[in-house]
């Protein structure tokens, strides 16, 4: 059982004027403890990025970059072809946008989290991992990289030494083989009942799959998203649920990681 862990949440995904979901940043950002922060590829521009590492600077939540393929018309959720290496400096020019935004506000870049398809393909792709972990190795050693457990993005981390933060999705359902299912619309998913699996997960380590089986998830944070509908109440009833439960809720650099 867990006795502390990490909320982590998807934020700033939006653009100039556009906004997803029906959930203001403002409200979110005193719940969670962790900002994963869109970087201007999927969602996110300078004044969105400026105010979002704002926010998170002010309430003391760990800032991360969040960057996805060049995608806002389709969110970063669809894959989008380009050579491992070509895809890296993508990133690479997305954390640094929100690490000097970070600076500007006196603040750290704790983590960075790939977004989207891109995560799910840095999941299964090893070099397209490996080749990252050399890049965060030069400019950000002690940075966390955020991931599912099992990953080909974990293993590219364990092999070089980079800090890793494992992953369970709140929002999100799970195949049997231990990876989300990817949606682009998840709906109005039962905050209730989110936050009943979140317990479990962190009680027994363990969710219910699509297909009804029970399989075993290691992590040390929990993810939500702040576009999925009604994403104040899955946050304020997960944080209940996990109090109730004497489980604490803290910043990845005071959770036990491996």
């Not at 006196?106 to 977004?115: D, E, R, S, T």
């Not at 949606?183 to 699996?197: C, H, L, Q, S, V």
């Amino acid at each position: 059982m867990l006795d502390v862990v990490d909320i982590n949440c998807d934020m700033g995904e939006a653009f100039g004027r556009w906004r997803i979901g029906d959930t203001d940043d403002a409200a979110l950002m005193p719940l969670i403890s962790s900002a994963n922060i869109a970087a201007g590829f999927h969602g996110g521009d300078p004044n969105l990025m400026d105010e979002t590492v704002r926010l998170a600077a002010e309430h003391g939540v760990g800032i991360g970059a969040h960057p996805g393929y060049r995608d806002l018309q389709g969110f970063g959720r669809r894959k989008i072809a380009g050579t491992a290496r070509e895809l890296v400096n993508d990133m690479v020019y997305q954390v640094g946008a929100i690490r000097e935004f970070a600076r500007r506000h006196g603040a750290p870049l704790q983590h960075v989290k790939p977004h989207g398809a891109l995560y799910m393909e840095m999941a299964v792709d090893r070099e397209l991992s490996q080749i990252f972990m050399q890049y965060m190795r030069t400019v950000a050693p002690n940075a966390f990289v955020f991931c599912m457990a099992g990953s080909a993005t974990e293993l590219a981390a364990q092999e070089v030494g980079q800090p890793v933060i494992r992953e369970f999705y709140a929002d999100r359902d799970y195949d049997d083989s231990g990876s989300i299912v990817f949606t682009r619309d998840a709906g109005r998913p039962d905050a209730a009942a989110i936050a009943r699996k979140v317990v479990r997960a962190c009680r027994e380590g363990r969710v219910r799959t699509v297909t009804g089986a029970d399989i075993a998830v290691p992590f040390e944070s929990i993810c939500f998203h702040s576009d999925t509908l009604g994403a104040l109440d899955i946050v304020r009833l997960m944080r209940e649920g996990l109090s109730a439960e004497g489980i604490r809720i803290a910043p990845v650099s005071q959770v036990k990681t491996r």
